[in-house]
């Protein structure tokens, strides 16, 4: 059920050296939105941009380049991707069996009994503190199975199903690395500035009082703000590719001083054509170099991307079913959208939804269904790429704390986005493919608790 894979280790300790950051203050005004820092600073998040194809770009484009430093040629505006037509309207057939699950239960991996405790791992007493601090106290398959072999300096291949711990899995060690060293730097490249917003809470909240720098280098947040981060000197990138290469095209970031990386939800990021850049930026890293792959699906192309710049990579993977048992999975049969409202609007009104998260495919769709549930007396918000960010931050914080019932979203908070206790969710429009589906159900059944996913399906 569990298996690791081993295809050989390699040392992953890269000489290069970058600038310390020293100790200081950085505040930030409630509307900056440049990332925070660790010891109880706030965590201001990036502003949302037009172009959302991670959201890759900020608002209004990034086309401008700034004159060339440290070596990096200047850099040109990127030219356009020509539009996929087959990535863009054909849907997957999905045989309807799949969205029923009416068993859930207990997971299979609530059964697994670590090897380790989160205190056993040969890392720096204060990491260990804040872990405890977090009450992670037992690890995860993926956790207990991968931390100790990134530890090790080893490239791993992480295999493991949504909402199991996969970002811990690699933060750990790699924090530890910065900590031994304080002149490692790492990145983490995320599909979605939503998860990788996610990813740098996390560090912040692993790194407390540990004198660790991040910034998060998404599209849509105002760009001069992450290069005043990077300027002041950063022990971790976390960001999406598109505004990742940009930096380095602009000399911010400067790839030869990165000595790990992690390519979190790889598949996806080749899903959203992130491909080019991904490799742009892997090539740019000095040969000896410490790379981590993790996803919940793991598709040929990305296996591919990890021949070319993986070195004998261990594959753990610990994924025992596409979807969680902890998530009870049915079909509403219904035609039209009155009938989907109408049966919505029943469900809805059952006690034990009270934090409910809607899937719709177009922005349009998912406005028109919020102001439908509000004129209905819901309490519900948008969440969707053409959003500014503060009004996505919002949404996610509205709904965390109780204030909203419900949220209606496009495929954006498929990923990334860890609401704790979402009670169901609903598939309003059918994904466009399984693995979609998949990471949508994620949302829900988190951390050993039981949820639901319902799915509207034609009538027969």
């Known amino acids: 059920m569990y298996t690791i894979t081993t295809g050989g280790s390699s040392s992953s300790e890269a000489g290069s050296r970058t600038r310390s950051p020293s100790p200081r203050s950085r505040s930030h005004s409630p509307s900056s939105s440049s990332s925070s820092r660790e010891g109880g600073y706030s965590h201001p998040r990036s502003s949302q941009g037009g172009y959302s194809r991670d959201g890759g770009s900020s608002r209004g484009g990034y086309q401008s380049r700034a004159p060339s430093r440290g070596g990096f040629s200047r850099g040109r505006a990127a030219a356009p991707r020509a539009f996929n037509a087959k990535r863009g309207f054909r849907k997957d057939y999905i045989d309807e069996k799949l969205f029923i699950n009416k068993e859930a239960g207990v997971t299979e991996t609530d059964h697994y009994n670590p090897k380790n405790k989160f205190t056993d791992f040969n890392i720096a007493e204060l990491l260990s503190a804040n872990l405890t601090a977090k009450g992670l106290i037992s690890p995860s398959p993926i956790q207990d199975q991968a931390i100790p072999e990134v530890l090790l300096g080893k490239d791993v291949i992480g295999i493991a199903s949504t909402g199991t711990g996969k970002t811990a899995a690699f933060l750990i060690p790699l924090i530890n690395k910065l900590v031994a060293n304080n002149d490692h730097k790492m990145m983490v490249l995320c599909p979605t500035r939503e998860l990788a917003q ?201 709904l965390e704390t109780g204030k909203v019932q419900v949220v209606i979203a496009t495929d954006v908070a498929a990923r990334g986005l860890d609401i704790s206790d979402i009670s169901l969710v609903v598939n309003y429009d059918i994904p466009n493919n399984y693995e979609t589906y998949i990471h949508r159900i994620g949302r829900t059944g988190r951390a050993k608790k039981l949820g639901a996913a319902i799915t509207f399906v034609p009538k027969r």
């Open 198 to 398: 996610q990813v740098e809470a996390e560090f912040v909240a692993f790194t407390r009082g540990m004198k660790l720098f991040s910034v998060s280098c998404v599209g849509g947040a105002p760009i001069m703000r992450q290069i005043k981060e990077l300027e002041l000197g950063v022990n971790a990138v976390i960001g999406t590719p598109g505004r990742v290469k940009d930096l380095i095209e602009r000399g911010k970031i400067k790839m030869a001083y990165f000595d790990s990386i992690v390519l979190d939800e790889a598949d996806r990021m080749l899903d959203m054509g992130f491909i080019d850049d991904m490799r742009t930026i892997l090539g740019a890293m000095p040969k000896t170099k410490q790379g981590l792959f993790f996803s919940a699906t793991f598709s040929p192309d990305i296996k591919r991307l990890c021949t070319d710049f993986l070195n004998n990579p261990i594959t753990i993977s610990v994924k025992t079913r596409d979807t969680a048992a902890s998530v009870m999975q049915d079909v509403v049969r219904v035609n039209g959208d009155n009938e989907k409202v109408e049966a919505l609007h029943e469900i809805l009104n059952k006690p034990e939804y009270s934090k409910v998260l809607i899937f719709r495919e177009m922005k349009r769709h998912v406005d028109g269904l919020a102001a439908e549930l509000t004129k209905r007396g819901f309490k519900a918000l948008a969440l969707h790429g053409d959003m500014h960010n503060r009004e996505r931050e919002r949404a996610v914080k509205a």
